[in-house]
C-alpha cells in the first residue's frame, strides 16, 4: 500500500489544552450555541440516525484530525504475535478457574472449541473489512461506514467499555497470580474495605500500577513494543508446551467424570464467559494503519494466530480438568495451585510467572489496539478530537492513551474480576454480532446501486436470522423443553440464509473476502446472539446501565459534535444564532 499525503502539521504543539481544542464545533462555540443546538436535538438524531461514513472518509479525511501519521512498521510476523500476545494470557490464566469450577467442570474444553469457533467466525468478518480499510478504527470504523453513524457510536461506546473493563481485568488477574505466587492467597496484597459493596470491596493497588506502566511502554513507540512482545511470547509458548505435556503426564481420566456436572447449559453459560479468553484479535485489526502490506499481512496474522490459539486453548483446558477434579479448582489461580497439587512445587512459580507474563503482554497489545480505537472515534468528533492528536516523534496517540489508563486504573483499583468479566462478555459479544451484520450489508446493499426491490428482500431475510437466533436462545435461556421450537427456529434461519443467498451480491472484495458468504458471517450472527443468551441477568443490568448513560451522552454532546462535522456549510449560522442568543440573555 502506498504512503498517504503527510498531515502533519508542525506549526501546532502536541502538548496543549485549549478549550477548542477539545470543544471545535460550532454547537459548543458558546453557551447560546450550545442552548440553540439543544433545541434542534430531534431533527439532528434524525439526521445522523443512518447517516453512514465512506471508505475515502475513514481512510483519507479522518486522518487529518491527528495531525500527524502513525508510522508503517508491522509485517505479518509482527500481528501473528501480537495476536497471541495479546490473546494468550488474558482469559486462559484468570477465567478457566472460576468458570470450570462454578460452570462447566471438565466439559470446559467444550467451552473453549465453541468460543473459538464463534471467535473464528469473528476473524474472518473482521479480516476482510482490515483489508479493504486498513485504518486505525477497526469495527468503529467498519459499522459507521456500512450502519450508519448511530449504530457506530454505540458500538464505540461499547468498545471504549470493553477497552477499560478489559484492561482492569488484566490487572486484577495480574494482581492475582502475583500474590498466590508469594502466598497462597490471591487477595493477599489487595485492601479489604467493610463499608464498600460486595465485588468492589478489596481495593487493588498493584493492579493500578502495572497498568501504568503496561500503558507507559505502549506510549513510547508501535515497533518497540511489538518486538517486546513477539520475543516474550515465543518464550511463553514454549512454557505452555510445557504445562500441557506435564498436565496429561501427571493427569487422570478419572478428572474427568462427570464430564458434564452442570449439564449443557453451565458449558454455553461458560462459553460466552471465556469468549474472554479469545478477545484481542481485535486489538491486532486496528493495528493496520500502522502494517506495511495490510492485504497480505492482516489475513496471515489474524487467521494464523486465532487457529493456534483456539487448539492451544482447548489442550490447557483438558490438561486442567485432568490434573484436578473440577471441584477442587482455585478460582482464582488455577493453574499455579494445580502444579501445586500434583507435588510440583517449583512449577507452581514457572506457571505462576508465564501468567504474569502472558498478562503483561496482554495488557501491551490491548493498549496498542485499545488506544487506535478510541483515536479514531475522537477524530470522528464522537469524543473530543483532542484525543486524536498523535506525537510526531513516537508516531503513537499519547492522549487516547491516557484516557483508557487512567479510566481502567479506576475500575481495577475497585472492581472484583467476576463484575468485570460478564460486563465485558456482553460488550465484545455484541460487538461482534453487529460486525456481521455489517459485512452482510457490505456484501448486499451500496447506495444508490441496490434496487429498491432486492434492499426489501436482503433486510426481510436478515431480520428472519437475527429474529431466529434470538427465538433459539430465548428458549433456551429460559429452559424450554421440547425440539418443536427449537426445529422452528433452525428452519427459519436456514430460510433467511437461503434467501440471502439467492440475491445479487453488490460488492465483491478486491483482494481477500470471507468465505461462504453469506453462511459463515450468519452463523457468526447465530453463535454471538445465543452467547449474550448465556450470560446472566446481572450482565444485562450492567451492560443497559451502562448503555443508559453512554446514550446521555450521545444525546448532549456526541450528536452535536457529529452533525456540525457533517455539516461545515451550516457552522457560521449556528455561531451566529448562539451569539444572537447570549445577547439577548446579557
Known sequence: ?????????????????????????????????????????????????????????????????SENEMKLCLTWWDLIWLGFGSVVGSGIFSITGQETRNDAGPAIVLSYAISGLSALLSVFCYTEFSVD??????????????????????????????AMVGAAGLGRSWSSYFASIIKNNPDFLRIKIDSFVEGFNLLDPIAVVVLALANGVAMTGT????????????????????????????????????????????????????????????????????????????PLGLLGSMSMITVVYCLMALALTMMVKYTQVDVNAAYSVAFEGIGMYWAKYLVGICALKGMTTSMLVGSLGQSRYTTQIARAHMIPPWFALVHPKT???IYATLLTTITSCILALFTSLDVLSSVFSFSTLSIFMLMAVALLVRRYYVTDVTLKRDLGKF??????????????????????????GYAVTGVLWLLGTSGMALLPKQRIPKVWGVPLVPWVPSLSIGMNIFLIGSLGKAAFYRFFICSAVMLIYYVLVGVHATYDIAHPEKQKSVIDEGKESSDQVL
Open 1 to 65: 500500500m502506498e504512503s498517504l499525503p503527510k498531515t502533519q502539521q508542525p506549526h501546532k504543539r502536541y502538548w496543549r489544552f485549549s478549550k477548542q481544542d477539545f470543544f471545535p464545533e460550532p454547537s459548543f462555540h458558546n453557551l447560546g450555541s450550545y442552548k440553540n443546538a439543544l433545541s434542534q436535538t430531534p431533527n439532528r438524531l434524525k439526521n445522523r440516525l443512518f447517516a453512514r461514513s465512506s471508505d475515502s472518509s475513514e481512510l483519507v479525511e479522518l486522518k487529518k484530525e
Open 133 to 162: 480499510i486498513p485504518v486505525a478504527g477497526g469495527s468503529f470504523s467498519f459499522l459507521r461506514i456500512e450502519l450508519g453513524d448511530f449504530v457506530a457510536f454505540i458500538a464505540a461506546a461499547n468498545i471504549l467499555l470493553e
Open 223 to 298: 515497533k518497540m513494543t511489538s518486538t517486546l512482545n513477539w520475543i516474550s511470547s515465543i518464550i511463553s509458548a514454549g512454557v505452555i508446551v510445557f504445562i500441557i505435556i506435564v498436565g496429561f503426564v501427571n493427569g487422570k481420566t478419572s478428572n474427568l467424570v462427570p464430564f458434564f456436572p452442570f449439564g449443557a447449559g453451565g458449558v454455553f453459560r461458560a462459553a460466552a464467559v471465556v469468549y474472554w479468553s479469545y478477545t484481542g484479535f481485535d486489538m491486532v485489526a486496528n493495528m493496520a494503519e500502522e502494517t506495511k502490506r495490510p492485504s497480505r499481512d492482516i
Open 395 to 397: 508516531g503513537t496517540p
Open 459 to 484: 433486510l426481510l431475510c436478515l431480520f428472519i436470522v437475527i429474529g431466529s437466533s434470538v427465538g433459539a436462545t430465548v428458549l433456551w435461556s429460559t429452559d424450554v423443553k421440547g425440539w418443536v
